[in-house]
């Protein structure tokens, strides 16, 4: 398994602190932000997103908005 044991891990509390920090630290920087997408893969989706409007016969949506494609249309 990777890293220490865990009997060695919570021999004393302040190995457990530093434990837990890398943990914490670990999954904080793993995760991006919201803001983090670049315009090619924004040109991408939107690209996708036209295709997959003009295979449907629909009409692509705007390129802010989401529109999930599984969701019922409100009938009127």
């Known amino acids: ?13 302040w190995n457990a602190l530093f434990w837990s ?6 999954a904080y920087c793993s995760i991006p932000s919201q803001n983090q997408d670049s315009q ?10 036209e295709a997959v409007a003009k295979i449907l016969g629909q009409q692509a949506p ?10 019922k249309k409100p009938q009127g």
């Open 21 to 26: 920090a890398g943990v914490l630290l670990t």
């Open 40 to 49: 090619a893969d924004n040109a991408a989706s939107r690209d996708t997103a």
């Open 62 to 71: 705007e390129p802010d908005k989401h529109v999930n494609p599984w969701a």
């Open 1 to 13: 398994m990777f890293g220490p044991k865990i009997t060695t891990v919570f021999k004393s509390r």
